[in-house]
């Protein structure tokens, strides 16, 4: 039961979130822009030169989700090291742990940098919201399509610019899908599993932001109970 009650619980629970946010995000969303290059390359252009911009991006963005995973694995198992540190708890089951300078100044950083990681993680969710949007957009275009069918004059006139979201350039070749023609990509299944790629990305961006908000909160009373100790003259040496 004492070691029980030396456990950071809220710290475990953002580590743990934040490994099922991470893994859901860098991993689907590698896959997911595997899918959309091989999509777009297919459906949407005739020239390799329209697309190698985009490929070059694609490409560029998976190797910063390679950093991501692992920034955030160290970066989470530190914030749980500290947890366990600084957790009252701990201090009160074991009565050797000591409010000292330089464990302060630890939490002073640590809520510094997971503050700033919640600003850009905030900035990468609503970014992560545009490809579901997309896919959104696109499937209820076609499901429009589908109800119109018996008049094609009509379903022609639907379509989807993959050049109005600035994914090719405005002289890329076809560059749209319309009518029919999209209502067979939308029955792919290119098309379903990326959409379900992004949506959990999307998901996992939330799931992320979620635990490094919990981090916040964490790390600051952490360090609200290292002040109050060292006011009290608990050791304030380093």
Not at 53 to 64: K, M, P
């Amino acid at each position: 039961m004492r070691c029980l009650g030396g456990v950071p619980y809220v710290s475990l629970v953002a580590t743990l979130l934040c490994f099922s946010g991470i893994a859901l995000f860098c991993g689907c969303g590698h896959q997911a822009l595997t899918e959309s290059e091989r999509l777009i390359e297919t459906y949407f252009t005739r020239d390799h030169q329209d697309f190698i911009t985009l490929a070059y991006l694609i490409e560029y963005f998976q190797y910063i989700i390679y950093g991501l995973a692992s920034f955030f694995f160290l970066y989470c198992i530190i914030l749980l090291a500290e947890g366990f540190y600084t957790t009252s708890a701990a201090r009160q089951s074991f009565g050797e742990f000591r409010s000292t300078v330089c464990g302060r100044c630890l939490s002073t950083t640590f809520i510094v940098i997971t503050y700033f990681l919640v600003v850009v993680w905030l900035l990468v969710f609503s970014l992560s919201a545009l490809p579901v949007y997309f896919f959104y957009n696109m499937a209820n275009t076609c499901h429009t399509i589908n109800i119109l069918s018996e008049t094609p004059s009509s379903i022609n006139q639907l379509c989807i610019d993959a050049r109005q979201y600035g994914l090719l350039p405005w002289k890329a070749v076809p560059g749209k899908a319309c009518g029919m023609t999209l209502s067979n990509i939308c029955k792919t299944r290119e098309f379903f599993l990326t959409y379900d790629l992004y949506i959990a990305a999307f998901a996992g961006a939330g799931m992320t932001v979620l635990a490094l908000i919990t981090y916040t909160v964490s790390t600051t009373y952490n360090f609200a109970v290292l002040r109050f100790l060292g006011r009290k003259g608990i050791s304030p040496r380093c």
